[in-house]
């Protein structure tokens, strides 16, 4: 993603998505770095040529759900029990 630029239009559309994604969390999801995690991603996503706000948001979320320090799976190899 190195040197994208993205025209003010869809920077908006971005920005409105990035609304809408936090907004579909619970309030103790929405941190820093959980908005941060769904706008990289929606960056990626658009710098990949993806204009569609829906696809935008599903790649969004989609780090918050894929993220593994947001995960309450603990792997048996970390599991203290």
Do not use: N
């Amino acid at each position: 993603m190195t040197g994208a630029v993205f025209p003010p239009e869809l920077i908006a559309l971005m920005r409105s998505v990035l609304e809408e994604a936090t907004a579909m969390l619970p309030k103790a999801k929405r941190t820093s770095t959980v908005q941060a995690d769904i706008a990289c991603a929606i960056l990626t996503s658009a710098a990949k040529g993806e204009r569609d706000p829906t696809a935008l948001k599903t790649a969004g979320l989609s780090a918050v759900v894929d993220g593994t320090r947001y995960s309450h799976y603990i792997s048996e190899d970390r599991r203290a029990v």
